[in-house]
């Protein structure tokens, strides 16, 4: 949540420039940006997507991360992963088994780098891969 990833920054009495940038990226992002910015007034222009999962395995499923997210940094989700004996990849391959889609994903994901990740993913799923795509927010209710 925000309330943890904030409670981390102020631990140690210090906020450093990364961790002020980091807290208002993710903030700009869960707002959506001003509509200056986005030129609009909110929604996603393009819908992400993404598969529904009931069950969701760890040990030994590879795993890929794209776009920000609420549960934290990167580094955190991948430290999850392994913790439940999961593998973290920085790339999406043909073995992949779950490209994760941060919450904070942006309004034009198609033409950001995450959305590379999206695009090749289904490209793989399209030829037989067995890759999902989720959200963080089903990610994280098996955490």
């Not at 990364?18 to 707002?31: G, H, N, P, T």
């Not at 001003?34 to 529904?52: M, N, Q, R, V």
């Not at 920085?90 to 033409?111: E, F």
């Amino acid at each position: 949540s925000i309330a943890d990833r904030v409670k981390v920054i102020l631990a140690d009495g210090v906020i450093t420039q990364a961790e002020r940038e980091d807290l208002y990226q993710v903030l700009s992002k869960l707002i959506g940006g001003t509509p200056e910015e986005t030129g609009s007034a909110g929604g996603l222009s393009t819908t992400l997507p993404t598969d529904s999962i009931d069950t969701l395995y760890f040990s030994t499923q590879k795993f890929c991360f794209t776009g920000a997210f609420v549960y934290g940094p990167r580094e955190k989700c991948e430290t999850t992963i392994k913790k439940f004996g999961g593998i973290p990849s920085a790339t999406v391959t043909k073995d992949l088994n779950y490209l994760v889609i941060g919450s904070l994903a942006s309004r034009d994901w198609i033409a950001s780098s995450h959305g590379r990740k999206i695009e090749k993913a289904m490209y793989y799923r399209d030829r037989g891969s067995s890759v999902l795509i989720i959200k963080e927010e089903d990610w994280v209710k098996f955490v």
